[in-house]
């Protein structure tokens, strides 16, 4: 029997998966990536109860539509009851998705492009953030405006162009992922020679306080790290997302393990259309989503401080192509994948 569309509920649950959860997840995953098996979970409902689905976040203002999305009552008015999960990491979160323990995670897209290579079964539902439209055309300095993301350099390197870049030691957060992958595309399409870059794995913190004590020649900083960049006056030479990806593009997604998708087709609308909403909302009030980002996550921030963030409303295939294929020109990737098979469409 379908649900009644006229019922509504709102949940804003964040718990924490235990470490035993976590290395359960990690064990099923490892047959689910060479399966579609059925992922359970809690997202089946009663005839006269809501959908419950189960969304693992992050702490960036990327994700701010889904706060957005609880509070102001979009999730409600789908008849969705939204419990977001705390999980350290996007591997944590592949494996809960995997083990029936999500449903729905946050995930960059170049990282899902490397799941689909990877066979593991997870397909993009609902884009998060993206490029704001107007950050590609815009001159070096006002590109800062549009994306918390940029590359900065010590001050003993020397740096103070993406030239400099050449045989540098450059920290990112994961290596063989999206801070390397746009830094190498862009750098190779200003024919600046790539080979020599050293890669270093540091976390954002680390990485900034390399930078200040000149242990590295350039890191790969967001936000609010990136604003203690600009208060140390360190250099940003690099705003790497904003040139790599088409513009109005999305740079994150909400993806789904492709069983639990196909099973569930109507929690899978739902969520399409309230995150569409709350994407729309958070456009149109953009200070609003950038104060509350600021109090959700505790900076000691100001909303002028913070990036005019972009959250488009749907994943665009051709745009979601044109990546895949810079990609594979860097030799990031082999060869070219068919990306309809990552994403699941817009629900009429």
Known sequence: MPLNPEVKVVSMKIRNL????????????????????????????????????????????????????????????????????????LSSAIAALQAGKLELAFTPTIGALQMARQNVPVTLIAPSDGINPVAAEAPLEEQRNYTSVGVYTSAASGIDNIEGLAGASIAVPELKAQADATITSVLQEADVETDEIEWLNLGFVPALEALKNDQVDAAFLVSPYSIEA??????????????????????????????????????????????????????????????????????????????????????????????????????FFDDAIDVSTILTPVAK
């Open 18 to 89: 235990g470490l035993l959860g976590l290395a359960a997840a990690a064990v099923v995953s490892l047959v689910a990536c060479s399966s579609d098996a059925p992922s359970g979970g809690s997202s089946a409902a009663g005839a006269d109860g809501p959908i419950k689905i189960r969304v693992q976040s992050q702490a960036s203002i990327a994700a701010e539509p889904l706060y957005l999305g609880v509070e102001q009552g979009f999730f409600e008015e789908e008849g969705l009851d939204v419990e977001i999960v705390d999980l350290p990491d």
């Open 230 to 331: 600009d208060a140390a006056g360190l250099k940003r030479i690099m705003n790497p997302s904003a040139v790599f990806f088409p513009q109005g593009s999305a740079t994150s997604a909400w993806a789904a393990s492709q069983s639990w998708a196909q099973e569930n087709p109507e929690a899978v609308a739902r969520f399409q259309r309230a995150i569409a909403k709350s994407a729309e909302w958070a456009n149109e009030n953009l200070e609003a989503t950038q104060q509350h980002a600021i109090d959700r996550s505790g900076l000691k921030l100001t909303p002028e401080q913070m990036p005019q963030s972009y959250w488009p409303h749907a994943i665009d295939q051709a745009q979601l192509e044109e990546v895949d294929d810079k990609l594979v020109a860097i030799g």
